[in-house]
């Protein structure tokens, strides 16, 4: 079964910072790069996101430009991607907007929280059962057999750490914001975790953007190489060619 390419999207702050502390979601990107992410999503069969970010950023989710949307319904496709969420508790509230808008959501979440997910959720989306624990090559292997080729993942750092530390990411984007945060307890971009390969790791930079005033950066994980201080990665014979 083949597996869907998995980016991970993300907008930060110069110092890793995802948001800052405060109760409202804190802009780190501009309209230019909004527009941008929006045509990512027009272009993803499933955009994935953890239970805390529906339970704190009340996403919607959607393909905002209706031109977009009527290309995807021109292409065969829904008209919005499938939304999922992952989460280990199945503590879900049915009143976020990430339940009522657009038609197809699915729940990855254990044995337990299927339980609960179900009971909170009603018909609103399908629960799916993982095992004891979330496992996401699983959770990746059933969206293959739904036909999703490209997934979305839009956060958050307890999602993107997760994918990033199993080595599942294919593509990771970053649009960096010239701003700084510098609240320690703010969440941030990955946390603290074991990752294939070590901070000597290297990924593969694809190409960067400017848009407006924010910097994207397309990192390919996979295709990265195993360098250490003062090696060269080019010199590295595992290394895939560019």
């Known amino acids: 079964m083949t597996r869907p390419h998995v980016l991970l999207s993300v907008a930060m ?3 890793g910072y995802i948001d800052d502390r405060s109760e409202h979601r804190f802009p780190l990107s501009n309209a230019e790069d909004f527009d941008h992410v929006d045509r990512l999503r027009a ?3 499933a955009i994935l996101v953890g239970a805390g970010t529906v339970r704190r950023d ?3 989710l959607l393909v905002n430009d209706p031109r977009r949307r009527r290309a995807r319904l021109a292409r065969g496709l829904p008209e919005f991607p499938l939304k999922a969420t992952v989460t280990a508790t199945g503590d879900l509230d049915p009143d ?3 339940w009522h808008n657009g038609d197809r ?3 990855y979440t254990t044995d337990s929280g299927a339980r609960r997910a179900s009971a909170a959720l009603g ?6 059962a993982l095992g004891p624990e979330v496992d996401l090559a699983r959770m990746l292997d059933d969206l293959g057999g739904r036909g999703v080729g490209r997934l979305m993942v839009e956060g958050g750092g307890a999602v993107h750490t997760a994918f990033l530390a199993a ?3 294919d593509e990771v984007r970053v649009a960096v914001a010239p701003m700084l945060v510098g609240q320690a307890a703010a969440p941030r971009f990955v946390n603290p975790a074991e990752f294939p390969g070590g901070p000597a790791r290297r990924f593969h930079l694809e190409d960067v953007t400017r848009v407006g005033d924010v910097a994207v950066l397309r990192y390919f994980p996979k295709r990265g190489a195993e360098a250490g201080p003062g090696e060269d990665p080019e010199e590295d014979p595992g290394e895939d060619p560019a």
Not at 123 to 128: I, M, R, T, Y
């Open 105 to 107: 959501k699915v729940v």
């Open 43 to 45: 272009e993803s069969d």
């Open 123 to 128: 018909g609103l989306a399908e629960v799916v």
């Open 58 to 60: 009340n996403p919607r």
């Open 13 to 15: 702050s110069l110092d």
């Open 167 to 169: 080595g599942l990411a």
């Open 96 to 98: 976020r907007l990430f």
